[in-house]
Nanobody
Framework: QVQFVESGGGLVQTGGSLRLSCAAS????????MGWYRQAPGKQRELVAQ??????????NYADSVKGRFTISRDNAQNTMYLQMNSLKPEDTAVYYC?????????????WGKGTLVTVSS
């Protein structure tokens, strides 16, 4: 059974940095396309960073809103994924989730972990 545990969120001032981590069980990161998603209050969840599987070259892609500031990476040996977030802005405030692309399914529904809250103060 797949399980994601996100961590590393917190309160940071504008311009600050955070590093999010995602640990998983029931899935191997390296052979799946993986992503970091976020959901801000009152908004839909959006994909902000993606990392293809090793079979697809492990390439990255970012939403325009975070390009140049966020970096997604993966430690295959530890089966852990990271999101380095620099130059944070108040509009980055959201709950951040890791997941496969598309999202993992569990009992016929998209499965999401609890996420980790990032709050950027102005």
């Amino acid at each position: 059974q797949v399980q994601f545990v996100e961590s590393g969120g917190g309160l940071v001032q504008t311009g600050g940095s955070l590093r999010l981590s995602c640990a998983a069980s029931g899935i191997i990161f390296s052979i799946n396309a993986m992503g970091w998603y976020r959901q801000a209050p009152g908004k839909q969840r959006e994909l902000v960073a993606q990392l293809t599987s090793v079979y697809s070259g492990g390439t990255t892609n970012y939403a325009d809103s975070v390009k140049g500031r966020f970096t997604i990476s993966r430690d295959n040996a530890q089966n852990t994924m990271y999101l380095q977030m620099n130059s944070l802005k108040p509009e980055d405030t959201a709950v951040y989730y890791c997941n496969t692309i598309p999202a993992a399914r569990l009992r016929g529904m998209d499965y999401w972990g609890k996420g980790t809250l990032v709050t950027v103060s102005s």
